[in-house]
Structures are given as structure tokens and as C-alpha cells.
């Protein structure tokens, strides 16, 4: 097991490294010179065209005319001793942006995830079990319908139906529990839908293993041939999809959490992006990506306390 | 007295390609204390008897007839009503020790709750795991209980599965094809659990297998299904030495010890059952009537499907 850990952490850390050499070329190799569009964005109009003088003054303040190699090594130099940089557009250390704007948005993953999560498991036991009945094929196109549609759509029809029509939720904002529903909803609905359809088939094909015949023939009621057997072993591939969609949810609350106004690291990112504010743009990636990595790895953990089979050696 | 009565057991599936009549009119009783096996080659519809018996067929399965347990109407029953019966007065030996237990649940647990069906008290649970599986010579019993099923090897699984069916001292067992994909050591400990319940003289087992060697060590009552129907029925020693219908005699001459004697052709698909006789075309001395489909008649205290016996 502790040789486990330490192989686990070594990836931890390669893959760390590695992502932040590709966040790092690939924000500078983005087209539109950085210099240029800070300039427009902290001086003038963005409409308007930056003068040279202006670009120049602007590279030589925020070191954009350094070699790129030297600017990486800086950028990963500072964060090795804890320091993530200073952002330009908003003239605040990454870290404080990071505190202010990271826990909303956890909690909107976390609230999204949990919702997709129960959601999907019992929608997709439901549908199981109900095999070629009416409910089932509703759930079915349900689910492609949700698999489909894109987030941001969603998002605005949630908010015309719910807000505006109904007038049941708050448009946007986030000042009171009711503010998220939305929001969450409009996230989670994508990993609702896949792990409706991963535990519907994953149901159906445990439902024919011999152990659940057996489980039956022993005299169990259905409920607990059902809770006790088939369940805990129909949730299996379903965690694989919790882990993987983990990052989906994180990548599509840059979206949700701009519609929302949501004051979470995603509608900052946005903003960064737009600004080419590198190193917020960089550090914020890698605090996203560390978080992904923490979650696969206590996915991987709990596959272990789950199934019995799995050893880490 | 009979334990178990099965009469005109219908059994079919609707699919795309027709109806198929995995059993047709089967008729035949254990009496209490017998060893009762029915022999059959794959899709002889042997095996969904068993499942008929146990409520444990695929719901698409349309069954008719009548099985009766210990006089009692089973068939068309509830499955809330007939859940009471399972595990403790009818319960089933699996066919795949392996798959049927379950891989995320300790051994002693999948013990213990058969006893919890049956009403046992929580805290005597694990008193009574340790017993019975001390009493399937498991040297370690405790160990045992806190392992996972793949912790243990092929012949424990089969012990614990037996021990499992045997956790309620049911009135009945039904076994399906208990020697399946084993191998040799683990088929052979097996037959010798199947002869010591024999010897024990109290158990009732039906018995679906097509091991053939298996049947004639332990069976009280034979019976020989082909595409679906019985075509022979009798006591185990008479229709082993000396077969009546055409086909159980060709089963024989198959054995190895008889000369291993191949049956030409193959059993018609259940889909497309001929009008007649369904052995016709296999028969070594067929009849003209064929097209009369046979009906089950006594000869010789057996009962045999064949117009020519």
C-alpha cells in the first residue's frame, strides 16, 4: 500500500509537470499577441487598435519580452515556493483571486455532482428494472435528450422555465441556497444522463449473473436481492464515469458560472482569458487540474474499499 | 409421498424466429427421500423445469401446468407467497459456484443471510455460520467467514455454495447441472457429496444434468428429456441397464464404458418442432405413423414416449 501511494504521487507529480508545460505553450501559442490585447483591455478600448508605444510599455511592465522559456521556469519557480503570481487584470495575487473565487465554485461541483450522482443512480436502477415499460423509455429519451443538448442551452431554458415563467428560482446570483439550484442542475445534467445510462445497462447485465439467481433462490426478498447484491455491484463502472466526469463538471462551469453570474474560478477564468492575463489564466488551470487529480486518485482509493478484488501492491 | 409433483409443465419463450417450447407437457413426481435426475443434452429444455420449480425463469417465459410442493399449487403462484418457500423448504445447488456467489460480500455474511431469511435470531448468526461450515469440513471456519469469495479456491466455493443450499435443511434440493465446468477434482468431491446425501436417505433432490455417469451413480428416478418433452421416465437402475425408448439407448451407447457409439444427426430446434414424432428423423427403426406425435405410456412400471414400445 505505501508503495502504492508513493508510485501514485509520483504520477501525481509528472503529471502535474507535464500539464504545465502544455497550459503554458498553449496559452501563449493562442493567437492575438498578449501584449496587444492587455493593452486593450487595461488601457483603451477594445475596440479600438493599441498603439506600438503602448504594446512596448506593456510587454516591458508585465516581462511579456522575455525569452518563453525563462517565463515558464519563473512562473514554476514561483509556485514551488508558494507564490501562484500576480494578476494584472484584476492587480491581485492569484492566491487571494483563488480564495475568494475557489469555494463557490466547489460548491457548485460538489452540490452538481451530488445531484448528477443520486440522480442518476436511482433513475438508472429505476429504469432497470423497468426494462421496455412506459417510465423506462421516457427515462431513455430523457437521458439522450440531456447527453445531447449543450450546457448553456440548458442553462437559459432552465432559467426561462424556471425564473422567468414560473418564476420558482432566482435568475442569477449568489447570495442564499436557492441561487444554486439552477445552476446545479444545468451542470450536473450531462453526468446525470451518463450515469443514468452506465448503471441502467451495468443494472440489467448484474441482474442476469448467477449470484443474483442464486441470491433469489436462497429466499431473499427482491429489495434486498436488489439493495444488498445487485446494487453494489451494478455501481462499480459507475464510479469510473464519477471520476471521469469530474472534469467535465469543472470544464463546464466556466460556461454555467458565467450565464449564473456565479462568482466562481470558471467565470474568473473566462475573464482571464478574454484579458490574456497569463499567469491567472496558468496558475488557476493547475489549481483545476490538481483538484482533478486529487479526485481520480480517491476515486481510485474507494474502487479498493468497494470491491475486495482490487489490491494496490 | 410426493414432495414434488410436476404435471403438464408447459414452459415457452416468445421470440422474433417463433415460439420456443423449451418444455412441453412435462409429467413426473420425487417422492420424499429420492434422488430424482432428469438427463438431457444442451436445449433439451432440462434446465427451465428447475427454473419452473425455483419461480426463477426469465419473465418473458410463458408457463402453464401445475407443479405442486408437498401437495401444495406452487406454479402459479405469487412471488411474495412463494419467496417463503425458497431457502428453507426448496432450495437450489448452483451450477456455477463461482458466479453464484456474490464478489463484494464476505463468505460468513452470504451464510447468514439464509439463516436471517429463516428467521434466526442476528446474534446467533455467526454461532451457526462457524457450525455449518465446520460441518462442510472447512478447516478454519472463522477464517473462512471473513473471506471474499475469491480468496477461497474452486472446490471451497462449491462446498460454501452446497453449505449455502443446505444452510436450512430444505426439504427439497434442486441441483442444476451441479458437475458443470468443473474439473476432475472438484467433479468427483461433487458426486461424493451427492452420494453421502443419498446414503443419508432423507434428502429429496431433483437433479438436472446431462453427466450422465453422475445420474446413474446417485439417481433413484431417471428421467430423459429430448427437445423438450420426457421421453422416458422410470426407476434409475431399469432405465440405465436397459433403455426403452430409441434415444435413451442411443444416449447409452455414447457412453465411453458402452463404447462410445455417436447418435447421427441433431435434435430438431425447439422453434420448429415437427408435427410427429420428434425423433423420427434420428431413429434407428422408425415408425410409418410418424406423423402421429406419441404419447407417454407405461411399459415395464416405466413411463416411454415411443408408439413402438
Avoid at chain 2, 410426493?2 to 421470440?15: C, H, K, Q
Wanted: with cysteine.
Amino acid at each position: 500500500m505505501h508503495h502504492y501511494l508513493i508510485k501514485r504521487t509520483a504520477y501525481l507529480i509528472l503529471t502535474l509537470v507535464i500539464a504545465s508545460m502544455f497550459t503554458f505553450v498553449v496559452v501563449n501559442a493562442t493567437p492575438g499577441e498578449p501584449a496587444e490585447v492587455l493593452a486593450r483591455h487595461l488601457y483603451i478600448g477594445l475596440e479600438e487598435v493599441a498603439p506600438p508605444e503602448l504594446i512596448a510599455e506593456v510587454s516591458e511592465r508585465y516581462d511579456l519580452n522575455k525569452p518563453l522559456l525563462q517565463q515558464y521556469l519563473e512562473w514554476v519557480g514561483g509556485i514551488l515556493h508558494g507564490d501562484l503570481g500576480h494578476s494584472i487584470l484584476f492587480n491581485k495575487p492569484v492566491d487571494r483571486l483563488l480564495m475568494l473565487h475557489l469555494p463557490p465554485t466547489i460548491l457548485l461541483t460538489a452540490v452538481a455532482m451530488s445531484f448528477a450522482t443520486i440522480a442518476g443512480l436511482v433513475l438508472g436502477i429505476y429504469s432497470a428494472l423497468h426494462q421496455n415499460k412506459i417510465s423506462d423509455h421516457i427515462i431513455r429519451v430523457g437521458t439522450i435528450f440531456s447527453v445531447s443538448m449543450p450546457g448553456f442551452w440548458v442553462a437559459v431554458m432552465l432559467i426561462l422555465v424556471f425564473s422567468i415563467w414560473l418564476g420558482l428560482t432566482p435568475v442569477s446570483g449568489y447570495s442564499g441556497p436557492q441561487y444554486i439550484i439552477l445552476p446545479a442542475i444545468a451542470l450536473g445534467l450531462h453526468t446525470m444522463a451518463s450515469i443514468i445510462r452506465i448503471m441502467r445497462t451495468s443494472m440489467l447485465e448484474t441482474m442476469d449473473k448467477p449470484f443474483v439467481t442464486f441470491a433469489k433462490a436462497k429466499g431473499l426478498p427482491m429489495r434486498r436481492v436488489i439493495c444488498s447484491h445487485a446494487c453494489k455491484n451494478a455501481f462499480l463502472p459507475v464510479l469510473t464515469v464519477i471520476g471521469m466526469s469530474f472534469g467535465a463538471l469543472l470544464a463546464g462551469s466556466v460556461v454555467i458560472e458565467t450565464i449564473f453570474s456565479w462568482p466562481g474560478i470558471g467565470a474568473m477564468l473566462m475573464k482571464a482569458i478574454s484579458a490574456r492575463d497569463l499567469v491567472l489564466i496558468e496558475s488557476t488551470i493547475m489549481v483545476i487540474v490538481f483538484m482533478f487529480l486529487i479526485v481520480n486518485f480517491v476515486i481510485d482509493l474507494l474502487y479498493h474499499v468497494i470491491d475486495p478484488r482490487i489490491t494496490y501492491e | 409421498m410426493n414432495i414434488l409433483e410436476v404435471s403438464e409443465l408447459n414452459v415457452a419463450f416468445p421470440t422474433r424466429r417463433g415460439l420456443v417450447r423449451a418444455s412441453q407437457n412435462v409429467n413426473f413426481s420425487v417422492k420424499e427421500g429420492e434422488i430424482c435426475v432428469l438427463i438431457g443434452e444442451t436445449g433439451s429444455g432440462k434446465s427451465v423445469i428447475g427454473q419452473a420449480v425455483l419461480h426463477l425463469l426469465p419473465q418473458n417465459a410463458r408457463v402453464s401446468g401445475s407443479v405442486r410442493y408437498a401437495g401444495e399449487e406452487i406454479l402459479l403462484i405469487s412471488e411474495q407467497k412463494f419467496s417463503r418457500l425458497r431457502g428453507h423448504e426448496i432450495s437450489l445447488i448452483p451450477q456455477n459456484p463461482t458466479g453464484s456467489l456474490d464478489p463484494l460480500m464476505r463468505c460468513g455474511q452470504q451464510v447468514a443471510e439464509v439463516l436471517d431469511v429463516c428467521g434466526v435470531p442476528k446474534e446467533e448468526h455467526s454461532s451457526r455460520t462457524t457450525s455449518i461450515l465446520s460441518a462442510l469440513s472447512f478447516s478454519d471456519p472463522e477464517l473462512v467467514a471473513a473471506s471474499y469469495p475469491h480468496e477461497l479456491s474452486g472446490g471451497m466455493r462449491q462446498r460454501l455454495t452446497t453449505g449455502i443450499a443446505l444452510a436450512a435443511s430444505p426439504r427439497l434440493l434442486v441441483a442444476d447441472e451441479p458437475t458443470k465446468g468443473l474439473d476432475y477434482a472438484a467433479r468427483k468431491r461433487t458426486i461424493e457429496m451427492f452420494l453421502n446425501l443419498k446414503r443419508r436417505g432423507t434428502d429429496s433432490v431433483l437433479m438436472i444434468t446431462h453427466d450422465l455417469e453422475l445420474a446413474e451413480m446417485i439417481a433413484d428416478q431417471a428421467g430423459v428429456l429430448y427437445s423438450g418433452e420426457l421421453v422416458e421416465f422410470g426407476p434409475a437402475a431399469d432405465v440405465f441397464s436397459s433403455p426403452l425408448h430409441p434415444y435413451t439407448k442411443g444416449l447409452m451407447a455414447a457412453l465411453p464404458k458402452n463404447g462410445m457409439t455417436p447418435m447421427p444427426g441433431m435434435c430438431p430446434g425447439l422453434a420448429q418442432l415437427p408435427d410427429g414424432c420428434y425423433f423420427h428423423d434420428r431413429c434407428p427403426t422408425p415408425c410409418e405413423e410418424n406423423h402421429v406425435h406419441p404419447l407417454m405410456h407405461e411399459v415395464c412400471g416405466r413411463q416411454v414416449r415411443c408408439s413402438r414400445c
